[in-house]
């Protein structure tokens, strides 16, 4: 898919799927090295149209002068396309369920589903710092160096992939974990898999079962 037309799909996606409302969330995607597509500031991600996303450079300035504003914020997708060379798109939604869990800062556990162990890996809780802000992106940047999947504390959730089609996919099944792990707790909580198998499953993560694992730190 062309890239316009990708995000404009994804977010498409992600609102009929109700993971965003109102004006909420953001997508972007690696262009060139040095260069993103993001959306933009204030409006629907359920109906954008192509004209309507701004590229930017590695710092998240907009490149060029335009009726729309780049979304306020750009700067945590910048920060971890500039520390992570393999995440070519990022998707920042508010998914109701996951959500509650950064609100009420609940860790998920994601060793008792082996869709969430080689999909999602660890989740890390990115501890709160205003939106849009550069200690919000800073903290992230660092999250993001060991995972693929992050709850923003009192926020919402960010999803990293080699493509859209693999961040998006990322947030979904993210949403559909935490609704699991609602409801097993209800059951009186989940049970987790044996050491044997989380290791098992990790290490087909590690295999790239589910997109590249996240580069080395350096
Ligand atoms: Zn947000």
């Known amino acids: ?21 109102g004006s909420e969330g953001n997508l972007s995607l690696r262009l060139a090295p040095d260069r993103l597509l993001v959306t933009p500031a204030g409006v629907s991600k359920g109906f954008l149209g192509a004209d309507m996303l701004v590229e930017t450079d590695l710092f998240g ?3 060029r002068e335009g009726p729309w504003r ?16 393999d995440v070519g798109a990022i998707v920042h939604a508010h998914p109701p369920v996951a959500t509650a869990f950064a609100a009420a800062r609940l860790p998920l556990e994601v060793a008792v589903l082996p869709e969430a162990v080689v999909a999602l890996g660890p989740i890390p809780i990115v501890p709160y710092a205003t939106p849009g802000t550069e200690e919000l992106a800073a ?10 999947t992050l709850l923003l ?5 960010l999803a990293l992939g080699d493509s859209l089609e693999r ?3 990322r947030m979904e099944i993210l949403e559909q974990f935490a609704k699991v792990t609602l409801h097993a707790r209800a059951l009186g909580g989940a049970r987790r898999l044996s050491d044997d ?5 990790a290490a087909l993560r590690a295999k790239g079962a589910y997109g590249p694992p996240p580069a080395p730190r350096g």
């Not at 198998?197 to 499953?201: K, Y």
């Open 61 to 63: 300035r907009a490149l």
């Open 153 to 157: 504390e009192n926020h919402g959730a």
């Open 197 to 201: 198998e989380v290791e098992r499953l």
């Open 70 to 85: 780049v979304s306020s914020e750009v700067r945590m997708h910048a920060v971890v396309y500039a520390r992570r060379p």
């Open 1 to 21: 898919m062309e890239p316009r037309a990708a995000l404009v799909e994804y977010g498409r996606r992600l609102y009929e799927r109700g993971l965003i409302g």
């Open 167 to 169: 961040a998006w996919q």
């Open 139 to 148: 903290r992230v940047g660092d999250a993001a160096q060991d995972a693929q």
